[in-house]
Each structure stands twice: as structure tokens, then as C-alpha cells.
């Protein structure tokens, strides 16, 4: 069966400092990958997602980047982290593995980060 | 302007009532995702329907896709407490794998 793990699952973060999320995906090769960004317990934004190794789509201009440096790892990154980023971050993956298709994608458990 | 527009945005209501929510667009989708989500956790798949009409039961939950592939509900039947939380729909248009989210129905059952 697949699994997908977040960390960490909450942050504070100073405005201005770095930051660094990591997605992984166990159980399943060559998995579609994203991130999602979900405001105040409502509707998701895609942010990234990547059909491949170092293949990356900015859905949304922002002060993040997101890489992927391994097939089922999936990391999203900032420089200079600014009040508007607090949010629910979100990774899900989506592939082919048994009776599924890139039709439905699963999330994982999410990281909270809050920017003071 | 929402793609996927979502009614109604909140629901309460007492232990053993129906309900239904629903998700709509004016885009024609090549098949539609429903999610529940818990606070503070990740969403989780219900559903996912791709033929236009298509009727899918999950226990006492029921979902429909329309004949036009621009829209879906979800019926709830005798509702339980454990069936709160926010009910998410969401869509894939075309060939890409790419969801557009509603904002969801955040439903609350009383005991």
C-alpha cells in the first residue's frame, strides 16, 4: 500500500527566516507530486506539482520554490519567509497503482506553519 | 471567479436528518473527486466519478455525477456525528491531472 508522510507537521517561523517542507511517497514509482496551500480550513491552491524527477510547475507567482530531488521526494523551500505565507501545507501524490489512475490523489497529513 | 462553486458553504444539523450538498460549474469536467476533511488533517478521497450520470454509493453516502459532466452532489442519508467535517469537491478538466477545488461545505451534525 502507498504512504505519504509530511514534516514537520507545525512550524513557527520568524518573518524573514528560511524555509523547508518535505514530502515523501512510499509504495508507488514515478507518482505525480504537489502542494497545495489551504487558507483559514477552506478550498486548496495548487501551488506546485511535478510529473518527474527536476520537473517542477509554479502554478501561482509567490515567494516559494519547490524541488524534487528524488522520484517520491518533494520539497517546498523559501528565502525569506513573509507574513502571508501561515497557512495549511498540503503534499498529495497521485500515479498508477492497482485499480488507480492519476484521477485521484491522496494527501498527506499536512504541516501548519504560522509566520510571526 | 470559482470554478467549481460548492452550496451550501455551511450546514448544522440534528443526528438522523438527510442532506444533500452540492458542487457546480458551468466547465465540463473529465471527472470529479469528493473529499472529507477533519481539522487539522489532510483530505480524504471519498469518491471519484467520471462518466456523465454516473450514480456511486459509499454506505450512506451517495454521489451522482450529471449528465453533463459539469456538476455532482452528494446525499447524505441518516447523518451521524462522525460524518463532520468538510466535504471538498474537486475536478479535473481535460487531459492534465491538475484539481481545481471548490471551497467546500462545512458540515456540522449535532447528537
Known amino acids: 500500500s502507498q504512504t505519504i508522510h509530511q514534516w514537520p507537521a507545525t512550524l513557527v517561523q520568524p518573518v524573514g527566516s528560511p524555509l523547508s517542507l518535505e514530502c515523501t511517497v512510499e509504495g508507488t514509482s514515478n507518482p505525480n507530486l504537489y502542494w497545495y496551500r489551504q487558507a483559514a480550513g477552506r478550498g486548496l491552491q495548487l501551488l506546485f506539482y511535478?510529473?518527474?524527477?527536476?520537473?517542477i510547475s509554479s502554478e501561482v507567482p509567490q515567494n516559494l520554490s519547490a524541488s524534487r530531488p528524488q522520484d517520491r521526494q518533494f520539497i517546498l523551500s523559501s528565502k525569506k519567509l513573509l507574513l502571508s505565507d501561515s497557512g495549511f501545507y498540503l503534499c498529495?501524490?497521485?500515479?498508477?497503482?492497482?485499480?488507480?489512475?492519476?484521477?485521484?490523489?491522496?494527501f498527506g497529513p499536512g504541516t501548519r506553519l504560522t509566520v510571526l | 471567479t470559482q470554478l467549481l462553486e460548492q452550496s451550501p458553504q455551511f450546514l448544522s444539523i440534528q443526528e438522523g436528518e438527510n442532506l444533500t450538498v452540492y458542487c457546480n460549474s458551468s466547465?465540463?469536467?473529465?471527472?470529479l473527486q469528493w473529499y472529507r476533511q477533519e481539522p487539522g488533517e489532510g483530505p480524504v478521497l471519498l469518491v471519484t466519478?467520471?462518466?456523465?450520470?454516473e450514480v456511486k454509493k459509499l454506505k450512506r453516502l451517495t454521489f451522482q455525477f450529471g449528465d453533463a459532466r459539469k456538476d455532482s452532489s452528494l446525499h447524505i442519508t441518516a447523518a451521524q456525528p462522525g460524518d463532520t467535517g468538510l466535504y471538498l469537491c474537486?475536478?479535473?478538466?481535460?487531459?492534465?491531472?491538475?484539481?481545481?477545488f471548490g471551497k467546500g461545505t462545512l458540515l456540522t451534525v449535532n447528537p
Open positions: 511535478s510529473v518527474g524527477i527536476g520537473q
Open positions: 466519478v467520471v462518466t456523465g450520470g
Open positions: 498529495a501524490w497521485s500515479g498508477l497503482a492497482g485499480a488507480l489512475s492519476y484521477n485521484e490523489q491522496f
Open positions: 466547465s465540463v469536467f473529465s471527472s
Open positions: 474537486a475536478g479535473i478538466r481535460g487531459s492534465n491531472y491538475k484539481l481545481t
